[in-house]
């Protein structure tokens, strides 16, 4: 069946670089795709979204990236700091919304 | 905080017990959803309600069932819960429906 997947469970890096998470999706007919972040003890937080007729989007030290020719999108978190450790999850929508299962990102000092 | 508020945070209960989850939402928003959060697995929609009419049921076994009594208010009965019901239920809502979601901190649920 469709499904939405993370390529990499786990993600560690130094604070200061840059993050790149990944995410695949299967549903061609997906039309609308958002990022959360969870952080421990809280819901999901919608951090930036993107539709299908656009292949890049920025927002505040965080880029959305869509390949819809390879069905894949990604965020990347400019200069990572602490406090942007938490797992990230992708979001498809096509008349519901599908969550993949996380990546959790670490920020070592 | 999001706007959306659920309660209680915590909940440890018994296989026979009868509880309720609460959610409120201050963001004005036409839909609210239940969804579910296990450990290594993805997100499971469980609920849809939009306009205060349900939308969408996943499945779901009878020993949960939604009540939304306004568009601000969702609640999740529970009754006679096994211990593979211990999750995190984390409710959300959306101005329209399958728009961006809010979330709410979630109910940590332990079924003994």
């Known amino acids: 069946g469709e499904s939405v997947g993370l390529h990499l469970p786990t993600l560690s890096v130094q604070e200061g670089d840059n993050s790149i998470i990944n995410c695949a999706y299967s549903?061609?007919?997906?039309?609308?795709f958002i990022w959360y972040k969870q952080e421990s003890g809280k819901g999901p937080q919608f951090i930036i979204d993107i539709r299908s007729n656009m292949d890049k989007r920025q927002g505040q030290r965080v880029t959305v990236l869509l390949n819809k020719t390879v069905k894949h999108l990604s965020l990347q978190i400019a200069a990572t700091q602490p406090g942007d450790s938490a797992v990230y999850f992708c979001?498809?929508?096509?008349?519901?919304?599908?969550f993949g299962a996380g990546t959790r990102l670490t920020v070592k000092p | 905080e999001t706007g959306v508020t659920q309660t209680p945070r915590h909940l440890v209960m018994g296989m026979t017990n009868k509880k309720s989850l609460k959610c409120e939402q201050h963001?004005?928003?036409?839909?609210m959803y239940w969804y579910k959060q296990s450990a290594k697995k993805p997100l499971e929609l469980m609920f849809v309600y939009s306009l205060e009419e349900r939308v969408e049921n996943n499945s779901v076994p009878s020993r949960f069932s939604p009540e939304c009594p306004n568009s601000s208010h969702l609640f999740l009965h529970l009754h006679t819960l096994q211990p593979e019901d211990s999750a995190l239920y984390l409710c959300?809502?959306?101005?329209?429906?399958?728009?961006?979601?809010?979330f709410g901190s979630g109910t940590q649920l332990s079924v003994l």
């Open positions: 979001a498809e929508n096509n008349n519901d919304m599908r």
């Open positions: 959300a809502s959306s101005q329209g429906l399958n728009e961006k979601l809010f």
């Open positions: 963001l004005g928003h036409n839909a």
């Open positions: 549903n061609s007919a997906s039309d609308y």
